[in-house]
């Protein structure tokens, strides 16, 4: 028997204040097998964060059966909804295509819980677009991050999904501290990123294997990521902004912090699932700068 979800109810739970907050929808990815599992940014980075000292809380939705187990280290408000988001990726000649199903209930202020008004990195994570973009007015002296990803993707009606372009006002890329995309999320646009980087204090663009570009104060520097073997590359995204951000908070650092997040993220990659998120000698050796 599966283990009991741990579906909160944060009228009726106290919870306690966190520094690194996660907005964003729990996933339900299936496998080739018929089984599925548990992914989602809000999984990946939220256990990553959690493995960088941070205490983490997620507010997501999803439905109360489904087994959240693995997010027990750390604090999950769950808003009720009848759905999970759920993807299925399929291999293809051409590539890879991915597949949309179920959304569930979009993620709005109004769900915030009091207790988690003030955290010290506020990590806004939407898969699906299913984070409200105003959501960012509710925090007033934290650092707003974003992994963009899921605001820049599209479903046609047999839920095929597909990039799209920026859809909302400006305000919420102005009003970001920092914002994490990939190459593949503006179809390798650099007219985009031209346009996010004019927007936005400070704009990280992932390139797979190659590492990782940062723009800030004018200037493009770019991060090299170590040659690794690779064995999955589920979640290294989310693992990477995770990383920058808990350390651009502590260093003030964008450089540094690319560098730290370029070098975990690579390593993540030789693991499968979960067991990819960061070893607390890989931080020590990332954060040293031991190779």
Known sequence: ?????????????????????????????????????LGGTVTFS????????????IVTACESEIDLSSLEPLQVVTVPSSSTTTFRNISTPEGRSQYLYHPATTLEASHLPEAWLKPKIVHLGPVASEVDPQIYKAFEDSLICLTAQGWLRGVDAEGLVHPVDWLY??????????????LEDVRGQEEVIEEFAAMCKLLVVTENKLGARVYWNGDIHCF???????????????????????????????????????????????RTYL?????SQEIANAQFEII
């Open 1 to 37: 028997m599966a283990p009991a979800s741990p579906f909160i109810n944060y009228a009726l739970k106290a919870l306690k204040p966190v520094d690194y907050l996660l907005v964003g929808h729990v996933t339900q990815d299936l496998l080739p097998t018929g089984s599925s599992r």
């Open 46 to 57: 939220g256990l990553t964060a959690e493995r960088l000292g941070q205490s983490v809380g």
């Open 169 to 182: 006002s400006h305000d919420l890329l102005k009003a970001s501290h920092a914002c994490v995309i990939s």
């Open 224 to 270: 090299p990521a170590p040659e690794v073997e690779l064995v999955e590359d589920t979640g290294a995204g989310d693992i990477f902004a995770a990383c920058f951000f808990h350390r651009l908070y502590t260093t003030r650092d964008p450089w540094e912090a690319a560098r730290f997040a370029v070098r975990l993220a690579a390593w993540s990659v030789t």
């Open 275 to 279: 067991g990819s998120i960061p070893t």
